[in-house]
């Protein structure tokens, strides 16, 4: 059983940045796919960047391409970090990270791990 844990969320003003972090429990070698979902009041759950590590590919949904990045942690690469810049109000929402075996894919129920998530608020 593979737990994520996240962190780095908190309060910033628009055009902040903030950069969070999802440490699996296990490292693996196995072809995975991990990914950053968030999920706003009312509204349904969107992935919003991922990492498919059999092609070291990343992907990023519009509203945050140029604005959003993830890298991962050379020394520990069960590590997954989001860094996010130019922070807007439409940002706020609780962000997840999760993990699922095989390639990438953007529903967030295909995705088996999921982490407590993280709240961001960006205020105007």
């Known amino acids: 059983q593979v737990q994520l844990v996240e962190s780095g969320g908190g309060s910033v003003p628009t055009g902040g940045s903030l950069r969070l972090s999802c440490a699996a429990s296990?490292?693996?070698?196995?072809?995975?796919?991990m990914g950053w979902f968030r999920q706003a009041p009312g509204k349904e759950r969107e992935r919003v960047a991922s990492?498919?590590?059999?092609?070291?590919?990343?992907?990023y949904a519009a509203s945050v391409k140029g604005r959003f990045t993830i890298s991962r942690d050379n020394a520990k690469t069960s590590t997954l970090f989001l860094q996010m810049n130019s922070l807007s109000p439409e940002d706020t929402a609780m962000y997840y990270c999760?993990?699922?075996?095989?390639?990438?894919?953007?529903?967030?129920?295909?995705?088996?791990?999921w982490g407590q998530g993280t709240q961001v608020t960006v205020s105007t």
């Open positions: 999760a993990l699922k075996w095989g390639t990438c894919a953007t529903a967030a129920g295909l995705f088996r791990y």
């Open positions: 296990e490292y693996s070698t196995s072809y995975y796919c």
């Open positions: 990492y498919d590590s059999g092609r070291n590919i990343t992907n």
